[in-house]
């Protein structure tokens, strides 16, 4: 077990090289080069001198990665240009990191309380109606644009029906900040309307960001179900003459959860890259929103610590998940 | 010689839908019907399936691309070996998808698509390019003027046809999607073909590469990637979709590739004294695309809608001659609580779009998999 976390941290670390290597190149072939980009058109040449110097660009290649890791490793990646004006770039990342974490956990907490129980309905029914409807379903929460989901949502509970605030995270309540995440501040200083405003403000997001891992672990849940139905420890249990209820909830249902716990890891990506739509739309201030203004502002110091660490986190939620998969099913450890 | 692993192969292939079949009709799991009614129309479907059902097939891919594998030689469900007229997978495929709605329905919506794509700028009532309706807009009190005669479905803010812009739209939409999709596919056969072909190093760099481009979420890689150019165009649009799609052809084509390695018809060919590069692209390519092309059916989707949602972030194609849905979609954002039938349309567009390609490829990925026969 123990080799098996070591192996996998290696090859964390061997990825976020190697992605640290491609940001480099990539801040280098960036237009203008990176002095433009980290400093921003209106850099003094004295100021652009200073950061040639300081960035060591009249150095060989290898010694300004080496220099450049030094620097990432410190958590020093410049400031940023308009995000927050003047502040750390990781500082930034750090300050709108607990909103995306807040938000992520709602969709997939809906998109799991909702998809697991219709994908496993939908197999033990196959080829019915409930199935094929929930088919079409899935397929559909596939084809439409995040976007353009958020928008329909925000254009029908915000702004024609009004109940639910369009946009922000939190309505302006004076309330007092404690770890940056609302809804727990809330709970910890006891202004329990920060809270519920706070989880006002989460809902139409989480829906409108839940829609792809919803279509995702609905169709994994209701094709691993159809697998593990036909398995021979099902057919033992019931010949052993266990109740359907035992059947289900222990042999079925948790085998079948295998797989789709891998694939709810892998969902933190394409909710990531969701929450850039989702967040822009509802003007919600999270790291999706910020990777969007950082972007059309051309923050690039903002911008290159969001990018490294969003694919920091999605490995590091895939170790966990992975971790999670050899406790839970002890047969992945010894392959 | 050939075929005496494939004899000792067919009853490992013949077994599990023997198995899965026995307790579906009378077998402890018919507990799981609630109703004696729904058993006997189990049944019903089960002899139904038998009785058109295909023998099952031993090759492991697309028959007839190699010597070595016999695709006259089918297996019974029962095991008997019988001599068949050889049935290729996707042969055995189209028999199921032939009477599959599903798939019909997927089929038609792209083939629309496709044809009103090509015969466009002839479908179009009215030039998509010029604003007829300009001295109507008021950007102050009516920014978009509705519908009325000649315009069914009224104009966008510059006095164009909405509709002829949606059926002209539909010509790039399919461009950029079948660009990009392409280019994904293009670069992830390469790197796939380099992993799955010579293993070692080669292997272990290409998939740590893989590995960290699947690590990016892809949005945020395509914004990376048109970051680089100083003008978004179409090209920057196509570019950046193309390239979030090679890890995931190059990963899908390895493990096919690295499946076959082991797998009989390549021992054979290799048996036989056939180099490297023959077995690579006769024997082991042909049989490992299947797979690779109907997932290249669902990445149209995933570009096309990739495609809007880059738009919408301002990385679209800002040349509006050329109108595209996506960029339709994305651009009509300001107006979006005022006249929203700006993005409904194109949305609608795309999603009908989306979901024919979708339903086409999930339905032919589900006729190719021999495990979904059960």
Aim: hydrophobic share 50%.
């Amino acid at each position: 077990m123990l080799r098996f976390i070591v192996r996998r941290m290696v090859q964390l670390i061997g990825v976020v090289l190697v992605l640290s290597l491609l940001l480099f190149f990539w801040l280098r072939s960036l237009p203008g080069g990176p002095i433009n980009a980290l400093l921003g058109d209106r850099a003094t040449p004295e100021q652009q001198e200073q950061l040639e110097q300081l960035l060591g660009l009249d150095q060989p290649l290898y010694v300004q990665y080496l220099r450049y890791m030094g620097r990432a490793l410190q958590g020093e990646f410049g400031s940023s240009s308009s995000v927050i004006p003047g502040t750390d770039a990781f500082d930034v990342f750090l300050s709108r990191f607990p909103a995306t974490i807040e938000l992520a956990f709602f969709s997939v907490t809906l998109a799991i309380i909702t998809a697991i129980p219709l994908g496993y309905f939908a197999a033990r029914r196959r080829g019915r109606a409930v199935d094929n409807i929930s088919i079409v379903a899935s397929l559909v929460g596939i084809a439409v644009p995040v976007f353009f989901l958020a928008f329909l949502l925000k254009y029908y509970f915000s702004v024609k029906l009004g109940w639910l605030p369009v946009s922000g995270r939190q309505a302006n309540l004076g309330c007092t900040r404690v770890t940056n995440f609302f809804i727990l501040d809330g709970l910890l200083t006891r202004e329990f309307d920060c809270s519920v405003s706070a989880v006002k403000h989460l809902i139409l997001p989480s829906i409108a960001l839940a829609s792809i891992p919803f279509a995702v672990v609905f169709r994994i849940t209701r094709a691993s179900v159809l697998d593990v139905l036909h398995e021979d420890y099902v057919r033992t249990a019931e010949a052993k003459g266990l109740t359907a209820r035992v059947i289900r909830g222990r042999h079925v249902l948790r085998n079948a959860m295998l797989p789709v716990l891998t694939i709810v890891g892998l969902q933190v990506g394409a909710l990531l890259a969701g929450a850039v739509l989702t967040e822009t739309v509802f003007s919600f201030p999270g790291i999706g929103e910020a990777l969007a203004l950082s972007f059309s502002a051309r923050d690039y110091a903002v911008l290159q610590i969001l990018i490294l660490m969003s694919a920091v986190v999605f490995v590091v939620v895939n170790l966990v998940v992975d971790i999670l998969y050899a406790v839970v099913d002890p047969r992945v450890r010894t392959s | 010689m050939t075929e005496s692993p494939k004899n000792t192969e067919s009853p490992k292939n013949t077994e599990s839908p023997k198995n899965t079949e026995t307790p579906k009709s009378t077998g402890p799991l018919a507990r799981y019907r609630d109703s004696r009614k729904e058993r006997i129309d189990a049944l019903a479907q089960l002899s139904a399936r038998d009785r058109s059902a295909e023998p099952v097939q031993v090759t492991t891919g697309a028959g007839g691309t190699g010597p070595a594998t016999p695709d006259h030689l089918t297996v019974t469900e029962s095991g008997a070996i019988q001599e068949a007229p050889g049935v290729s997978l996707w042969a055995s495929a189209w028999r199921r998808l032939r009477r599959n709605p599903v798939f019909i329905v997927g089929a038609v919506i792209t083939a629309v698509f496709v044809v009103v794509a090509v015969f466009a700028p002839w479908l179009a009532p009215k030039d998509p390019t010029i604003g007829y309706l300009i001295d109507e807009v008021r950007p102050q009190t009516n920014p978009v003027p509705g519908p009325q005669p000649g315009f069914p479905l009224g104009a966008d803010d510059r006095g164009r046809d909405l509709l002829s812009r949606l059926i002209v739209g539909s010509r790039q939409t399919l461009i950029v999607g079948v660009l990009a999709t392409l280019g994904g596919f293009v670069g992830g056969l390469i790197l796939g073909t380099l992993a799955g072909a010579f293993g070692g190093w080669v292997d272990s760099f290409v998939m740590r590469l893989v590995d960290v481009m699947l690590s990016i979420p892809s949005l945020i890689l395509a914004l990376s990637i048109s970051a680089l150019a100083s003008e978004p165009s179409q090209w920057t649009l196509i570019i950046a979709i193309g390239v979030v799609q090679i890890p995931i052809f190059a990963r899908l084509l390895r493990g096919s590739l690295l499946a076959q390695r082991s797998s009989d018809h390549v021992l054979a060919a290799r048996a036989l004294g056939i180099r490297r590069g023959p077995i690579i692209f006769r024997h082991m390519l042909p049989n490992a695309l299947a797979p690779v092309i109907v997932q290249a059916t669902l990445m149209l989707a995933v570009a096309i809608i990739d495609a809007a949602a880059l738009s919408f972030l301002g990385l679209g194609n800002p040349d509006q001659r050329i109108p595209e849905w996506g960029q339709m979609l994305g651009q009509s954002r300001q107006f979006f609580y005022s006249h929203p039938q700006l993005a409904i349309y194109p949305a609608i567009c795309i999603i009908i779009v989306a979901l024919g390609f979708t339903l086409m490829g999930e339905s032919t990925r589900e006729a190719l998999d021999p495990r979904s026969r059960r």
